[in-house]
Nanobody, 127 residues
Framework: VQLVESGGGLVHAGGSLRLSCAAS????????IGWFRQAPGKEREGVSC????????YYADSVKGRFTISSDNAKNTVYLQMNSLKREDTAAYYC?????????????????????WGQGTQVTVSS
């Protein structure tokens, strides 16, 4: 099982980035898949997830209206388009897949086991 993230980097406040997560080794449609983040000294935060099985989508309040999650099931890839980035969005972003649905698990969907996490990609937003 692999979740390989890409697309992180350094961006000015107000800018945009798109994260990608290529998944392999499990049935993509059977999992909630998406992103959580962790900034230094802060707790993990579920950012967004989507579930093909029930069509549910979750966004943290802190990113609603700015971030959009999408997927290409043919490529087993999930994306996170991040617009209007703020300094407080600076964090390591992790792709995760969990055996649940976003509607069922809510903000901590990524902690449902047994699931999978990627290695993370750093997003840094400068002023």
């Amino acid at each position: 099982v692999q979740l390989v993230e890409s697309g992180g980097g350094l961006v000015h406040a107000g800018g945009s980035l798109r994260l990608s997560c290529a998944a392999s080794g499990f049935t993509f449609e059977d999992y909630a898949i998406g992103w959580f983040r962790q900034a230094p000294g802060k707790e993990r935060e579920g950012v967004s997830c989507m579930s093909s099985s029930d069509g549910s989508i979750y966004y943290a309040d802190s990113v609603k209206g700015r971030f959009t999650i999408s997927s290409d099931n043919a490529k087993n890839t999930v994306y996170l388009q991040m617009n209007s980035l703020k300094r407080e969005d600076t964090a390591a972003y992790y792709c995760a897949a969990a055996p649940t649905t976003c509607a069922e698990a809510g903000s901590t969907w990524y902690e449902v086991t047994p699931g999978y996490w990627g290695q993370g990609t750093q997003v840094t937003v400068s002023s």
